[in-house]
Each structure stands twice: as structure tokens, then as C-alpha cells.
């Protein structure tokens, strides 16, 4: 398990936008060059599963190999399904557990949080993703939060909720052009939030050393600004991840 860094993580989420192993060596080959100009940001790319072992070798250096996610149980009769124990032993480091994507196709707390334990067990670290899909002038939407985040992880030790990364993903922003979606100081607080659930759990110190990323509608523009503002331990980072100009441009960010 990688021990969490001081830096900014970028997080590169290729989806299903990549469709060749000629793509996915170009693009990591980029991120690769981009990243060893870079010594302030922790670089992940969270890949198809298909191309993890074949990029998992260079994934020791310049960038950080991640998986989109992972199966709920830890072996068996599965068909189609992929353990942590196998991910890990492809190179990867961490595991996007819970994302939307996920959540939107029926994916609840209980089954998140069994693969976030699982991800731990196996040496690697859980990007734990949560995310209010609404949001209500009565601010019952914190309370969505919180329940996701604590359903999410419950079951991890104790001592071991300080090895996950937390990925606010707010539902209604994305695919929202930056200025109507999450300014710097909207995403600021929400930070600040999810670190204080933690600490409920973990005592402030523990929580607040835990890093926290942002992911909605982040193109270049809001790379740029959330970056400058220091509003956020890291970006998640969707379609855009996959653009080589603009991933390479948004590490560059990172100072």
C-alpha cells in the first residue's frame, strides 16, 4: 500500500474511452513524460482492466497504476469478475471503489464498503467515491454525504480508514460547464465536510491527513482554478483524463 503524500493527486479515470493496447500505450507513455517533469503531483491512471498488466511495469516510476474497480468477494465462481488479490498482482496500487457510474447502475454502500475492505487486504489503496446527486437549499444533501461516506467504509478497521483516499463527486455537476457547476470555495467546503465525518471516526488529526479529491466537470479551466485555490487534495479527472494535451497541460498545474 502506498503511503498517502503531501502532493496533489491527479487521478486519470480512462473508463471505457480507451479501446486498444496502442491507445493506452500512447496515453500512458504522455502521462508517464508528463509526470516525471512533475515532483509536486502523485499521478494515477485508473485503466481499463484489460491493459493493467501490460502497463503495470511502468507503472513503478513516473505514474501510478490504478483499477476502475474491483469484484465484492475475494475469489470464486464469478464469471466475469476480477479480484483485488488479481488486480494487485498486475502492479496496480489503488482502486476506485463507488464511483457515480457505479452507484447509478445499483451499486449500494454495503457492497462499496466490501470491496474498499478488500482493496485494503490486498496491499492496495481504495479511492472511495461519494456524492450528493441534488442539492436542497435545507442542506439535507450533507446528510446524503454522510451516510454514504460512512456506509462506504464501514467495515474497514479502524486503524485502517486512514489508508483510503475519499473522491467528492457531486452527481448534478457533471457534464456542467465549470462556471454552473462547483466553484473553489463550494468545493473548499465540501472538503473541510468530508473531513470532519472522518474525524467522527478517526479523530481530527488522522482525518485531516487524509487526502480528499474533486471530481465533476473538471476540464482544463477548472483543473486551473481548483489547483491555484488549494481547495482540494487532488482531482478526479474523467474524460478529460484521456486527452492527451489536456491531462499533460493539468499536471503541469501543479506547483
Known amino acids: 500500500m502506498v503511503k498517502h503524500s503531501k502532493k496533489f493527486y491527479i487521478v486519470g479515470n480512462w473508463k471505457m474511452l480507451i479501446n486498444s493496447i496502442a491507445e493506452a500505450k500512447t496515453l500512458f507513455g504522455a502521462l508517464s513524460r508528463a509526470s516525471l517533469k512533475q515532483k509536486k503531483a502523485v499521478v494515477i491512471a485508473a485503466v481499463p482492466a484489460p491493459f493493467l498488466a501490460l502497463l503495470g511495469s511502468g507503472s513503478k516510476k513516473a505514474v501510478y497504476l490504478g483499477a476502475q474497480d474491483v469484484f465484492q ?7 466475469g469478475g476480477i479480484s483485488a488479490n488479481a488486480v494487485e498482482s498486475s502492479g496496480a496500487k489503488y482502486v476506485i471503489v463507488g464511483h457515480s457510474e457505479r452507484r447509478v447502475q445499483g451499486e449500494i454502500d454495503a457492497v462499496i ?9 490486498s496491499g492496495m489503496t481504495p479511492i472511495v467515491c461519494v456524492g450528493e446527486r441534488a442539492r436542497d437549499v435545507d442542506g439535507k444533501y450533507l446528510a446524503e454525504i454522510k451516510n454514504q461516506l460512512l456506509g462506504s467504509i464501514a467495515g474497514i478497521p479502524k486503524e485502517k480508514i486512514d489508508s483510503i483516499i475519499v473522491a467528492y463527486e457531486p452527481v448534478w455537476a457533471i457534464g456542467k460547464a465549470f462556471g454552473g457547476a462547483m466553484e473553489p470555495t463550494l468545493i473548499h467546503e465540501m472538503v473541510i465536510y468530508i473531513k470532519k465525518v472522518l474525524s467522527e471516526i478517526v479523530g481530527k488529526e488522522t482525518a485531516f491527513n487524509i487526502p480528499v479529491l474533486y471530481g465533476g466537470s473538471v476540464d482544463d479551466a477548472a483543473a486551473q482554478a481548483i489547483i491555484g485555490a488549494g481547495d482540494a487534495d487532488g482531482l478526479l479527472i474523467g474524460r478529460m483524463s484521456v486527452n492527451k494535451e489536456a491531462i499533460t497541460k493539468i499536471i503541469s498545474y501543479v506547483k
Do not use: D, F, H
Open 73 to 79: 468477494e475475494a475469489s470464486g465462481s464469478y464469471t
Open 113 to 121: 464498503a466490501r470491496k474498499a475492505v478488500l482493496v485494503i487486504e
